[in-house]
């Protein structure tokens, strides 16, 4: 197992290759692995990305001239200082690993360098600390405050694994029956009425209930996010769609009736909403590729005006899903971020002429950030004076004991509501 963690270590940290793809590959080629190998080789894999900056830190504070050390035996020792960090003993991790007595007293010295933390500036601290590059720290710290080091940490933490009912098929408590039958014991989630967490790491993928349809796999977050688009069963727009995790949730709302357009510019994510569709049972959803620009204004054209609902799930940095996703965190610099920033300015302004007066126009993100959230959205308000907010607590689940909007906008914290980061905002159009 350790030398597959390395192997995918490398494909990561090396060749920059996404580190879902990369175990997803690795553990293809093992399927000799026990189920309890496989999920102890992708814990150990996320589990150093969660922390890489701090064991590279460490590391390098103590063991001397690291860098004349073979690449594959740095990886080595990064691997053990992460096992021993989330509290394996250096004694057991050492003799697993078959750690030369040099490397394993090198282990023991990093773990001493913690001190040495305290004598950094509060920005740099915080990026080791938290594994975050240093301008996320900042942004972090103005987001945050006081709260930034507990928001960053919690962002370093193994994610729940949450499913959504599928309302085309039956309810959450009917699913949970179904489930528990199956072997997995699953708990309601606290927001909304469709969500289960599952209580522990199991191969969804594999059970008869998923090929059924009968749930998919999405977070307590991204379930509120769809939330706020309340379809009716008319003409709806999802208009990032991607692989349509929330397309399918919309889908439902609408009991598949109506008209749902999923639209985005990658065909082959849409083929994968196509046959998530299929297994849903989702029978009202359009796809359509907008990969060429004769057929994207086609589109839009057709379109204009006419839908009662717009989603704009916009790309963005991904800073509320680095806890699934902590690899992100080391591919994303100011640049990324400003080219991200642009494009959700573009797409609210492109898609905002399908709504139908008095429709709705949804915007969202999976980011912590302000100037992908707030500001994107107070900007088009501003150019737009044909559309308002509206208050995201409309749509929201009543039962929630904690706040989950911050000046009539869905904002959501791991930190503080144990979901993915996310935001969204309602904005209606004037008659």
């Given amino acids: 197992m350790t030398q597959l963690c390395l192997e995918v270590q490398g494909a990561v940290r090396h060749e920059n290759r996404p580190a879902d793809r990369a175990l997803e590959f690795a553990l293809r080629r093992s399927r000799h692995l026990y189920a309890n190998e496989r999920r102890a080789v992708a814990e150990q894999t996320y589990a150093l990305l969660r922390q890489r900056r701090l064991v590279d830190y460490l590391l390098e504070a103590g063991f001397p001239g690291l860098e004349r050390v073979g690449v594959t035996r740095q990886d080595m020792l990064r691997l053990a200082l992460s096992r021993v960090l989330l509290g394996e003993e250096p004694e057991a991790v050492a003799g697993i690993m078959k750690l030369a007595r040099s490397e394993a007293a090198a282990i023991s ?90 209580s522990e790491s199991v191969n969804l993928f594999s059970l008869a209930s998923f090929k059924e349809g009968l749930f998919e796999i999405q977070d307590e977050g991204s379930q509120l996010l769809g939330a706020l688009v309340d379809a009716p069963p008319r003409i709806v727009v999802d208009a990032c769609a991607g692989a349509g995790g929330k397309t399918l949730q919309l889908a439902a ?99 905002a002429p399908l709504v139908k007066p008095k429709g709705r126009l949804i915007y969202g993100t999976c980011s912590m950030l302000r100037e992908e959230n707030e500001a994107v959205a107070e900007a088009f308000l501003r150019a737009h004076s044909d559309f308002a907010l509206a208050s995201a607590d409309t749509w929201l689940p009543k039962e929630s004991a904690l706040p989950l909007t911050r000046d009539g906008m869905l904002r959501l914290y791991t930190h503080k509501h144990g979901t993915d980061g996310f935001f969204g905002a309602v904005m209606i159009r004037a008659a």
Avoid at 152 to 179: F, H, S, T
Avoid at 316 to 340: H, I, N, Q, V
């Fill in 253 to 351: 709302q609408m009991k598949n009736r109506g008209e749902l357009f999923a639209l985005d510019i990658s065909a082959r994510r849409l083929e994968d909403l196509r046959k998530r569709a299929r297994r849903a049972g989702a029978h009202n959803v359009r796809v359509v590729p907008l990969d060429e620009e004769d057929a994207a204004k086609e589109t839009l054209a057709r379109l204009s005006g006419a839908a009662e609902r717009v989603l704009v799930d916009a790309p963005c940095s991904g800073t509320g899903t680095f806890r699934r996703k902590p690899d992100a965190r080391y591919r994303m610099d100011e640049a990324a971020l400003a080219t991200y920033v642009a494009r959700q300015h573009e797409l609210l302004a492109a898609y």
């Fill in 109 to 198: 010295r990093a773990q001493e360098s913690r001190h040495l933390l305290g004598k950094l500036g509060r920005v740099e601290r915080l990026g080791i600390e938290a594994s975050l590059p240093n301008f996320l720290a900042q942004k972090f710290i103005e987001e945050f405050g006081e709260e930034a080091a507990t928001a960053a940490q919690a962002m370093n933490v193994r994610a729940p694994l949450c499913v959504r009912a599928n309302r085309l098929k039956g309810d959450r408590e009917a699913l949970r029956e179904r489930l528990k039958r199956e072997g997995i014991e699953a708990t309601p989630g606290q927001f909304g009425p469709d969500s289960l967490i599952v």
